[in-house]
């Protein structure tokens, strides 16, 4: 519950109910001899009734905060909610007909005459009060529990709504990612200079690339995609790539039992190629070295040998970002990242699809 909720549910919800309950057991019962009490004592009869009855709905609404918190530790309601609605109903019966009938008995101490003997009115009156009382009780309690659900009902809402940004986040960032003005500039470039120096080449150039966006635009809405999609796919980007940087550029890849069960988010690994290629120095003095392959223990490790630019671009950290959100949607485990000994290494958690 709430803080506010609670000041609301304990200030101003009991003593209305408490109001509600006495007003009733007035219009309600039927006339007893407790009516030549009230014309002898007038007011100070009706405000010990009042305090009474104020009292009394007090404790039924801590009881009912009381019960329903000790629930929630011994028996949520996520655990056994048929047993635990059971369980409370039967606890809240039992613990507001003692305190209602406590109170009637406190009610009857203090405002019946010495020696006065009750009569069937009086147990009906009394009967009655329980009754309604009951009746508040569970009112209260169904406020508490209510609030409960609705708190959590909110929640998980709220929840569901930042997923479904953070998904369309992922998602938009990753389209930039693939589809990127200066790799489309790039490989237009490259493909001018091999229209014109080596048209065979182009021929198969231009099928790389379709390759590559028709893969895009049909994966980029997947959670996961098989793993064998994924390093067809990063085939044909390496090969643009390198059709860039040349023998400057060496990727190989190393996986073979994971490619035919195990999946990975869709371009995770061409956003790794991606991203080495705009951090580090590319040229034939220093190589860029790109090894992935899998792990006994069930990862994708992508390495890369660590030559910073000199001048490096403006880094927003989205791209390793995307993929590390993308994962905490599909698992517990997150793809690792790290540097060792020259080296910068990307670890990427093997997902197997759902039967």
Not at 28 to 46: I, Q, S, V
Not at 324 to 345: C, M, S, W
């Amino acid at each position: 519950m709430s803080s506010q909720f609670e000041k609301w549910f304990r200030w101003v919800v009991s003593p209305l109910a408490g109001l509600m309950v006495y007003a009733a057991c007035q219009y309600l019962l039927p006339p007893n001899p407790f009516d030549d009490y009230y014309a002898t004592f007038g007011w100070k009869a009706y405000a010990i009734d009042v305090l009474a009855t104020l009292f009394g709905t007090l404790l039924l609404s801590e009881s009912s905060i009381l019960l329903s918190r000790t629930l929630d530790r011994l028996m949520p309601w996520e655990r056994q909610p048929a047993y635990r609605l059971l369980l409370q109903f039967v606890l809240l019966l039992v613990v507001s007909t003692l305190t209602i009938y406590s109170i009637a008995e406190l009610i009857g101490l203090l405002t019946t005459p010495p020696n006065y003997v009750y009569t069937k009115a009086d147990e009906l009156s009394i009967r009655q009060t329980l009754i309604v009382g009951g009746l508040v009780a569970f009112v209260l309690n169904g406020l508490y529990t209510g609030e409960y659900f609705f708190r959590r009902w909110r929640d998980a809402f709220l929840e569901t709504e930042r997923l479904k940004r953070d998904t369309l986040t992922a998602q938009f960032e990753t389209l930039k990612a693939q589809i990127d003005p200066h790799f489309l500039f790039n490989s237009l470039n490259t493909l001018t200079t091999l229209i014109e120096e080596h048209p065979p080449m182009a021929v198969q150039f231009v099928d790389k690339l379709a390759q590559v966006y028709r893969y895009v635009l049909t994966n980029r809405a997947q959670d996961m995609v098989p793993l064998r999609d994924e390093l067809t796919f990063l085939n044909a980007y390496t090969y643009l790539a390198q059709m860039r940087f040349g023998d400057n550029l060496t990727v190989t890849i190393c996986v073979n039992g994971a490619a035919d069960t195990a999946t990975i988010p869709p371009m995770a690994l061409q956003m790794l190629l991606e991203n080495a290629l705009k951090h580090n120095v590319v040229s034939r003095s220093q190589p860029l070295t790109i090894s992935i392959s899998e792990t006994p223990d069930g990862w994708l490790d992508v390495r890369n040998t660590l030559q910073p630019k000199p001048h490096p671009e403006p880094s927003t950290g989205l791209g390793l970002l995307n993929i590390q959100n993308r994962y905490k949607h599909l698992t517990n485990r997150l793809p690792d990242i790290r540097q060792e000994a020259g080296t910068f290494v990307v670890r990427l958690p093997l997902l197997l699809p759902e039967p």
